[in-house]
């Protein structure tokens, strides 16, 4: 399958019109960039919000010893099993180097094979398909589908764990901890999200971008564009070493500059995993984030190169989905709060309007 090759990189900011710059304005605060500024600020505030109201402060104190508690038991079994010896250097190895791949495993596995049902079985899950992106009546070829989740598989355990092991000295020199008395409150878990999320987001738009010039497409990142209308094991369809570089080391680098507890990074992982493979799913479900921006990113390939959209909106990489006949999907990348298919949202807002004009 032969994908579209881009011709340019890191363009100067295109002169752009009046309907996109008052769009881009109207979207900041609908979309994943409202998503993302509001997660940034309630990091700065993390700590006065829950020091000044009494029942946060409880309700996180709770939350907090049952994480502890948890992370405690998970440590103790770790410890006692016969690869760790009972020593705390070989209980960190395993917890970070062997515990860390299982879970990654095992969530991204559960939530693709959940959503590959979607795209197998289109008659029996008609209700879903009114919340597909792209060809919502196509049945996704099986074939494909499975060379797509062994290649995935393969990063999984030939590339993730061999970089996991090579790279386990720097969690130790970061001052990454996996003790349970080191687990960090809650203000703390928000204020290191939001962190995260924007070293994540600057890693990912640059690196991905890098990948789009022409060499490094070609030779690299092609592979990933095969699927111009994406599914959810697509998350991590990729070259080996495009695999390090562009999905695994923005995820890591927000935590080791932080020197964070592995329990934070646990969760920082957890929400990367589920997000990217949504972000791939080809779905557009209600009351969820929207995956529309960068399904069309695999739909026209040299836009919306990133994940929560500050930087695109930055660079002017993000205006063909706000213009011209494309202006429908930036009109519906956003959650939606009705059971609607939400690209019939558009079209009822459209005729809404027209209706208004024509009463007036």
Not at 95 to 109: A, K, N, V, Y
Not at 227 to 243: C, G, K, M, Q
Not at 330 to 342: C, L, M, Q
Request: aromatic share 16%.
């Amino acid at each position: 399958i032969k994908s579209k090759h881009p011709k340019v990189f890191l363009p100067a900011p295109k002169m752009v019109n009046k309907n996109y710059a008052r769009q881009s304005v109207k979207t900041l605060m609908k979309g994943s960039f409202g998503f993302s500024l509001g997660l940034v600020l309630l990091g700065l505030l993390a700590d006065k919000v829950m020091h000044s109201v009494p029942v946060l402060e409880a309700k996180g104190e709770v939350i907090h010893s049952y994480v502890v508690a948890a992370w405690k038991a998970m440590y103790d079994w770790t410890a006692s099993s016969r690869w760790a010896d009972g020593t705390e250097e070989r209980t960190a190895f395993l917890i970070i180097c062997g515990c860390t791949q299982i879970m990654h495993i095992s969530l991204f596995w559960a939530h693709c094979l959940a959503m590959s049902l979607f795209d197998c079985f289109p008659k029996a899950f008609a209700w879903a398909h009114r919340w597909k992106i792209q060809g919502h009546d196509e049945k996704v070829s099986t074939s494909k589908l499975f060379w797509t989740a062994g290649v995935c598989l393969f990063n999984q355990i030939c590339v993730n764990g061999p970089l996991a092991y090579v790279v386990y000295p720097l969690y130790l020199k970061t001052g990454m901890s996996v003790l349970p008395e080191d687990i960090p409150g809650f203000g703390t878990l928000i204020k290191s999200m939001a962190f995260y999320a924007v070293v994540e987001e600057i890693g990912f738009y640059y690196g991905h971008r890098f990948y789009h010039t022409p060499f490094m497409y070609k030779h690299f990142h092609k592979q990933h564009h095969e699927w111009t209308a994406p599914v959810s094991f697509v998350a991590i369809y990729a070259d080996p070493i495009e695999h390090i570089t562009a999905n695994l080391l923005p995820v890591m680098l927000g935590p080791w500059l932080l020197g964070s507890h592995v329990a934070l990074y646990w969760f920082w992982l957890i929400v990367a995993v589920h997000v990217t493979i949504h972000v791939h799913s080809g779905y557009h479900f209600p009351l969820l984030p929207s995956s529309e921006f960068h399904d069309f990113h695999h739909l026209k390939f040299n836009v919306n190169y990133g994940v929560l959209g500050f930087l695109d909106w930055f660079h002017a990489t993000d205006g063909m989905m706000h213009e011209g006949k494309f202006s429908n999907i930036g009109e519906r990348d956003r959650v939606f709060f009705s059971t609607e298919a939400a690209r019939e949202m558009p079209k009822q807002m459209k005729a809404s309007v027209a209706t208004k004009k024509r009463t007036e």
